[in-house]
């Protein structure tokens, strides 16, 4: 069964695609944004896992000129804060020209490194508040001290999240509470689980069309 959210979606789907095929005719300003793509918790090759390659190569070809970032984190079993939030800085070199599409643990990174550092805007896939009585995600860091949810909102130029009813990984109530918190355009779906699936046009053309409006911004 469709919810808002796909209906929202297919509805759209044309006009990104229009949009973007036009966008194509000139070179998107390579200076103006990038994107890193921050993999979640046990991805130990991400150009083999789930969807971050596609969405890499898809965007690469969509929107030349855009630097589309995907590396393998240090640590992927634990993804520690205290090693992922440098990463994102000092390798990654996260900063206001960039959109960070997190997923997970890479959600939860991003959305700490947006407490003290500015970016372009985050992306949130399957995004939570709460350690969901894990002692693994307790130990991770990221729970160590309350969110400053005021400080993620005014660092980032906008938040979005995806979120599925049926994520087995992540209660969708956690997922509503950052949502909340944040007050970030939320997408909600009844199918996606924990976004694993090596396919998500969804999500592709949520992060297309934002590209679409910052080009056209430019």
């Known amino acids: 069964m469709y919810n808002k959210a796909r209906v929202l979606w297919l509805k759209g789907r044309t006009a990104v695609a229009f949009f973007c095929a036009a966008l194509m005719l000139t070179a998107f300003p390579a200076s103006a944004v990038r994107v890193v793509i921050v993999p979640g918790m046990g991805a130990v090759s991400v150009d083999h896992v789930f969807w971050y390659s596609s969405l890499k190569q898809r965007l690469n070809t969509d929107f030349p000129g855009i630097n589309v970032v995907l590396r393998n984190m240090p640590d992927p079993f634990m993804a520690p804060a205290s090693t992922w939030l440098?990463?994102?800085?000092?390798?990654?070199?996260?900063?206001?020209?960039?959109?960070?599409?997190?997923?997970?643990?890479?959600?939860?990174?991003?959305?700490?490194?947006?407490?003290?550092?500015?970016?372009?805007?985050?992306?949130?896939?399957?995004?939570?508040?709460?350690?969901?009585?894990?002692?693994?995600?307790?130990?991770?860091?990221?729970?160590?001290?309350?969110?400053?949810?005021?400080?993620?909102?005014?660092?980032?130029?906008?938040?979005?999240?995806?979120?599925?009813?049926?994520?087995?990984?992540?209660?969708?109530?956690?997922?509503?509470?950052?949502?909340?918190?944040?007050?970030?355009?939320?997408?909600?779906?009844?199918?996606?689980?924990?976004?694993?699936?090596t396919s998500q046009p969804e999500l592709v053309d949520i992060v297309e069309a934002k590209l679409g409006e910052l080009a056209k911004g430019n």
């Open 86 to 197: 440098p990463f994102l800085e000092d390798t990654l070199r996260v900063g206001p020209d960039t959109i960070v599409v997190g997923h997970s643990s890479g959600a939860l990174a991003a959305m700490r490194y947006a407490e003290t550092h500015r970016v372009a805007g985050l992306i949130l896939v399957a995004a939570y508040s709460n350690d969901l009585g894990n002692s693994h995600e307790a130990r991770s860091g990221y729970f160590d001290t309350p969110w400053d949810w005021a400080a993620i909102r005014a660092n980032a130029g906008f938040i979005i999240q995806l979120g599925s009813r049926d994520d087995l990984l992540v209660p969708f109530a956690a997922q509503q509470e950052a949502a909340d918190a944040l007050g970030s355009t939320f997408y909600r779906f009844d199918d996606k689980g924990h976004f694993l699936s």
